[in-house]
Protein backbone atom coordinates (compact mmCIF):
# COMPACT_ATOMS: atom_id res chain seq x y z
CA UNK A 1 0.00 0.00 0.00
CA UNK A 2 1.49 3.38 -0.85
CA UNK A 3 -0.34 7.00 -0.16
CA UNK A 4 1.67 10.63 -1.50
CA UNK A 5 0.60 14.15 -1.15
CA UNK A 6 2.46 16.97 -3.08
CA UNK A 7 2.53 21.02 -3.19
CA UNK A 8 4.21 23.34 -5.89
CA UNK A 9 4.99 26.91 -5.62
CA UNK A 10 6.40 29.20 -8.39
CA UNK A 11 8.74 31.99 -7.10
CA UNK A 12 11.08 34.64 -8.94
CA UNK A 13 13.92 33.04 -6.84
CA UNK A 14 16.60 31.11 -8.90
CA UNK A 15 17.45 27.45 -8.03
CA UNK A 16 20.18 28.60 -6.72
CA UNK A 17 18.49 31.04 -3.90
CA UNK A 18 15.94 27.99 -3.06
CA UNK A 19 18.72 25.04 -2.34
CA UNK A 20 20.77 28.14 -0.02
CA UNK A 21 17.43 27.44 2.31
CA UNK A 22 16.84 23.62 1.48
CA UNK A 23 20.61 23.16 2.26
CA UNK A 24 20.14 24.94 5.08
CA UNK A 25 18.84 21.93 7.45
CA UNK A 26 18.99 23.97 10.95
CA UNK A 27 17.21 26.61 8.85
CA UNK A 28 13.95 24.20 7.68
CA UNK A 29 11.98 25.73 10.80
CA UNK A 30 12.16 28.79 9.07
CA UNK A 31 10.07 28.18 5.89
CA UNK A 32 7.94 25.01 7.27
CA UNK A 33 5.87 25.58 10.24
CA UNK A 34 5.65 21.95 11.12
CA UNK A 35 9.24 21.87 11.72
CA UNK A 36 9.55 22.21 15.33
CA UNK A 37 13.78 22.07 15.04
CA UNK A 38 16.03 20.07 12.64
CA UNK A 39 20.25 19.26 12.09
CA UNK A 40 22.25 17.17 9.67
CA UNK A 41 24.85 15.29 11.18
CA UNK A 42 27.69 16.71 7.96
CA UNK A 43 27.80 18.00 4.80
CA UNK A 44 24.68 18.25 2.70
CA UNK A 45 24.86 15.10 0.91
CA UNK A 46 23.66 11.80 -0.05
CA UNK A 47 23.67 9.01 3.13
CA UNK A 48 24.11 11.81 5.77
CA UNK A 49 21.81 11.51 8.68
CA UNK A 50 20.02 14.28 10.59
CA UNK A 51 17.21 14.28 12.79
CA UNK A 52 13.89 16.87 13.05
CA UNK A 53 11.40 17.37 15.44
CA UNK A 54 8.01 18.12 14.03
CA UNK A 55 5.74 20.15 16.31
CA UNK A 56 3.86 17.93 18.60
CA UNK A 57 5.34 14.61 17.31
CA UNK A 58 8.63 12.99 18.21
CA UNK A 59 12.12 13.39 17.14
CA UNK A 60 12.75 11.71 14.22
CA UNK A 61 15.77 10.41 11.87
CA UNK A 62 16.18 10.35 8.28
CA UNK A 63 18.89 10.41 5.51
CA UNK A 64 19.63 12.15 1.86
CA UNK A 65 18.83 9.14 -0.16
CA UNK A 66 19.20 11.65 -2.64
CA UNK A 67 20.99 15.10 -3.58
CA UNK A 68 21.78 17.14 -6.81
CA UNK A 69 22.47 20.53 -5.91
CA UNK A 70 19.86 23.13 -7.33
CA UNK A 71 17.78 20.65 -9.10
CA UNK A 72 16.22 18.78 -6.13
CA UNK A 73 16.65 16.63 -2.92
CA UNK A 74 14.76 13.21 -1.05
CA UNK A 75 15.68 12.43 2.62
CA UNK A 76 13.98 9.71 3.96
CA UNK A 77 12.39 8.67 7.60
CA UNK A 78 11.64 5.12 8.50
CA UNK A 79 8.72 3.85 11.16
CA UNK A 80 8.14 0.46 12.00
CA UNK A 81 6.92 -1.62 8.84
CA UNK A 82 6.68 2.03 6.97
CA UNK A 83 8.63 4.35 4.74
CA UNK A 84 8.40 8.09 4.13
CA UNK A 85 10.34 9.72 1.37
CA UNK A 86 9.98 13.39 1.32
CA UNK A 87 10.86 14.30 -2.36
CA UNK A 88 12.01 17.73 -3.22
CA UNK A 89 12.21 19.26 -6.85
CA UNK A 90 13.04 22.28 -8.30
CA UNK A 91 12.32 22.91 -12.31
CA UNK A 92 13.05 26.62 -14.12
CA UNK A 93 10.07 27.65 -16.06
CA UNK A 94 9.94 30.79 -17.94
CA UNK A 95 12.03 33.26 -15.98
CA UNK A 96 10.97 31.76 -12.49
CA UNK A 97 11.55 28.51 -10.44
CA UNK A 98 8.74 25.95 -9.94
CA UNK A 99 9.10 24.31 -6.58
CA UNK A 100 7.60 20.80 -5.58
CA UNK A 101 7.14 18.67 -2.53
CA UNK A 102 6.12 15.24 -2.94
CA UNK A 103 5.47 13.05 0.05
CA UNK A 104 5.35 9.53 -0.30
CA UNK A 105 4.28 6.73 2.28
CA UNK A 106 4.96 3.33 1.53
CA UNK A 107 4.56 -0.24 3.86
CA UNK A 108 2.73 -2.46 5.59
CA UNK A 109 1.47 -0.15 7.79
CA UNK A 110 0.81 2.96 5.27
CA UNK A 111 -2.70 2.54 6.41
CA UNK A 112 -2.16 3.73 9.63
CA UNK A 113 0.59 6.02 9.17
CA UNK A 114 -1.66 7.83 7.01
CA UNK A 115 -4.18 8.32 9.47
CA UNK A 116 -1.76 9.57 12.46
CA UNK A 117 0.14 11.92 10.17
CA UNK A 118 -1.01 12.01 6.84
CA UNK A 119 -3.51 15.01 6.81
CA UNK A 120 -1.32 17.17 8.68
CA UNK A 121 1.57 16.62 6.01
CA UNK A 122 -1.10 17.44 3.32
CA UNK A 123 -2.12 20.18 5.16
CA UNK A 124 1.26 21.68 5.91
CA UNK A 125 2.79 21.05 2.42
CA UNK A 126 1.41 24.38 0.75
CA UNK A 127 2.11 26.81 3.42
CA UNK A 128 5.85 25.78 3.65
CA UNK A 129 6.37 25.56 -0.22
CA UNK A 130 4.55 29.09 -0.60
CA UNK A 131 6.35 30.31 2.18
CA UNK A 132 10.10 28.82 0.87
CA UNK A 133 9.34 30.54 -2.28
CA UNK A 134 8.92 34.15 -0.46
CA UNK A 135 11.73 33.66 1.56
CA UNK A 136 13.87 32.44 -1.43
CA UNK A 137 12.66 35.87 -3.17
CA UNK A 138 14.47 38.05 -0.34
CA UNK A 139 10.55 38.52 1.46
CA UNK A 140 9.46 37.40 4.60
CA UNK A 141 8.08 33.95 5.11
Not at 45 to 50: D, E
Not at 59 to 81: A, D, K
Not at 116 to 134: D, Q, S
Amino acid sequence: MAWSTQAMARTTASPEQVWRLWSDVGGWSLWDPEVESSALDGAFSKGVRGSLKPRGGPLTRFELVSVEPCRGFTNCSRLPLARIDFIHTLREDGGGTVIEHRVEMSGPLTFLFRRLIGAGLARGLPGAVTRLARLAEGGPG
